[in-house]
């Protein structure tokens, strides 16, 4: 237990690090911008009405020391970290003057649900189907899929999602290719609104399974047809043990404990096939708000999507971690 | 060295496989530099023309022969490709050398930062990058960029590696014989991190490009570059497939995807070759 909590508190520092890191790496790219937030606040608020100078030069005051940008750039970049600690960004400009972070939270749930049921998915059927062709090495079905999954393996996430939309939207119209919900269904727990949230991820879902568990089941078959050599597994069969049971808890329990690590390894990369599939499913994640902000030159919100993009995968990976001894007792002991 | 090769394609079909379709596409791109139009412009052919004998790959809505442009557009994306994996090459050769040959407290920050760098999600950084620097961005800075990221896994094989190497007899007899660090991770080490090192750099690539590829699709690179990536974003752009020019878009991905398919298998029975083991390493890789 004592040596759980070292771990833990080990990771822990690890995290925060990261965090820090990742924050600090996106807060110094997005400052050598030579386009000014305030400057472009101004342009829209000017165009739209005549102002007398006066009051450009207190609403551009005020603006600066709303952004804070009137101090040094190190300090800035204090102030920075004491508000990222509190959540705070700073006015949108997409839609001034909410807090940029009022639109990140929007869209959070929506790439958290599909990037969660996405890895789970392919985790799960890459490992089983993979586990299963390594221990039933002559299986001709699964030797099929294994030729499949060489071939669609290498497949970006953004061709599959292209493909799924040309196929779903023009040759066979059954499931819907945009959007989180339906138009007329109103936004809030019913299951009416659960059942349209679920109907339309369906496509983006797809597409981001389809590519990953090829990876998973290779590696997996490769993990376990080694690992079937092992001693004591022959063991087990001329016990006679039962079949299911050697796969399931004998081998894949073994084999599990790498693809676990991987799993916290392959995160950022799922991440990354989230923000294009949402972009190419017109899906309200944080992959369409990123893309929107960049477009519209919206600074605070580009920043706060990446600082909370590294935040997200960030604590994902080390759930992942915590996880880790649980089912290796190897790492306890470390 | 040229034996291997010769041995490699006889004796693993998945090495030959790999070796024909890398080899068959980098050919394809080099016919850019005999080719007779400048792919910058527009509007020189016969827009949507589909594929046959005049146009092999059809012309796209732009007025640009698809053979040509896409020789070009694969010439930019391999390059792209190999710039982003030598850079990144280095940086991981001397963290790993470094990590594993020095041990104790270098060891440890080196691979503090290392682990950094695995969990920090690159895609929204490059796209800040993007949003930075606008049309300024060329294919060099964000290759350079790119390589700032790609290293950490690579640098955690090498450190394995060397890990190794150091407790050998040999390490311990260069360090008596008066070696300096530098020298014996250089002339020693080096050499056996080799191979390592060129069946990263398959995956590497592969990584890489697809991921300017992504990035272009959405626009964040500059277009007006033609490579695999913004060949796509046009296509998508002018509604390819909604306005039935599907060559445009079928062509490239599945040109892409043969690159990826031949990179990988390189990669893999490289891996194999090397060390049966590293099968269990290949995802991480």
């Not at chain 1, 600090?24 to 472009?40: G, M, N, Q």
């Not at chain 1, 993979?130 to 079905?141: F, M």
């Not at chain 2, 490579?227 to 796509?232: M, P, R, S």
């Amino acid at each position: 237990m004592k040596a759980y909590f070292f771990f833990a508190l080990k990771r822990l520092i690890q995290l925060i690090c990261v965090i820090f890191a990742g924050c600090s790496i996106a807060f110094f790219v997005s400052h050598l911008s030579p386009i000014s937030p305030v400057e472009s606040i101004i342009g829209r608020v000017s165009g739209q009405s005549s102002y007398s100078p006066e009051a450009i030069e207190n609403l551009r005051a005020a603006l600066t020391e709303m952004f804070g940008l009137d101090v040094p750039l190190h300090e800035q970049y204090f102030n920075f970290l004491r508000r990222l600690a509190v959540g705070d960004f700073g006015p949108s400009l997409l839609a001034f003057p909410r807090p940029a972070i009022e639109l990140v939270m929007l869209a959070l749930p929506w790439t958290f649900g599909l990037l969660t049921v996405s890895t789970l998915l392919t985790w799960l059927i890459g490992n089983v189907a993979g586990g299963l062709a390594g221990y039933y090495q002559n299986s001709r079905l699964l030797k099929a899929l294994g030729i499949l999954a060489i071939a669609i393996q290498p497949i970006p996430y953004y061709i599959v999602a292209f493909m799924m939309v040309i196929i779903f939207g023009f040759f066979w119209p059954v499931l819907p290719i945009s959007g989180g919900f339906a138009m007329n269904v109103r936004q809030a727990w019913t299951p009416e609104f659960v059942l349209s949230v679920l109907h339309y991820a369906i496509l983006p879902a797809a597409s981001l399974t389809i590519v990953g568990i090829g990876t998973w089941f290779l590696g997996m078959r490769a993990l376990v047809s080694n690992i079937v050599t092992e001693d004591y597994v022959t063991f087990a069969e001329l016990g006679g043990v039962k079949r299911n049971r050697i796969v399931f808890s004998y081998v894949m329990r073994n084999a599990m404990v790498p693809q676990l690590t991987s799993l916290a390894m392959t995160l950022g990369a799922i991440f990354s096939g989230t923000i294009i599939t949402e972009q190419v499913f017109s899906y309200p994640g944080l992959g369409s708000l990123l893309v929107t902000a960049v477009n519209r030159g919206d600074s605070a919100t580009t920043l706060a999507v990446s600082c909370i993009a590294v935040i997200a995968v960030a604590s994902a990976i080390f759930i992942i971690d915590l996880l880790h001894p649980l089912v290796d007792p190897r790492v306890r002991a470390e | 060295m040229f034996a291997v090769f010769r041995d490699l394609i006889r004796y693993n079909v998945e090495f030959a496989i790999g070796a024909v379709l890398v080899t068959v596409i980098v050919i394809f791109a080099g016919l850019s530099f005999f080719s007779p139009v400048d792919p910058t412009q527009i509007y020189l052919a016969i827009p949507d023309q589909p594929p046959g004998a005049q146009y092999w790959f059809g012309t796209n809505s732009r007025g640009q022969d698809m053979f040509w442009q896409l020789s070009f557009a694969f010439r930019n994306t391999l390059i792209f490709g190999l710039t982003v994996a030598l850079i990144s090459r280095v940086i991981s050769i001397v963290v790993g050398l470094a990590a594993g040959y020095m041990g104790g407290w270098v060891d440890r920050v080196l691979m503090f930062i290392n682990d950094i760098f695995v969990a920090i999600p690159i895609f929204p950084i490059l796209i800040l990058f993007y949003f930075v620097l606008r049309s300024n961005l060329n294919g060099f800075t964000l290759a350079l960029a790119m390589a700032c990221f790609g290293w950490p896994y690579d640098a955690r094989l090498i450190r394995s590696v060397t890990l190794g190497l150091r407790h050998r007899e040999f390490t311990r007899q260069a360090v008596f014989a008066g070696m300096s660090p530098m020298k014996i991770m250089l002339e020693e080490h080096l050499p056996y991190v080799m191979p390592i090192v060129f069946a990263t750099t398959m995956a590497n690539m592969i990584w890489s490009i697809g991921l300017e590829v992504t990035l272009a699709v959405l626009g964040f690179t500059n277009i007006n570059i033609p490579t695999v990536g913004t060949t796509l974003y046009w296509a998508n752009n002018h509604s390819a497939m909604v306005v039935g020019t599907w060559w445009w878009i079928l062509i490239p991905v599945i040109i892409v995807v043969l690159l990826f398919i031949g990179l990988f298998l390189l990669a893999v029975s490289l891996n194999e070759y090397i060390d049966p083991r590293s099968r269990l390493r290949r995802m991480g890789a």
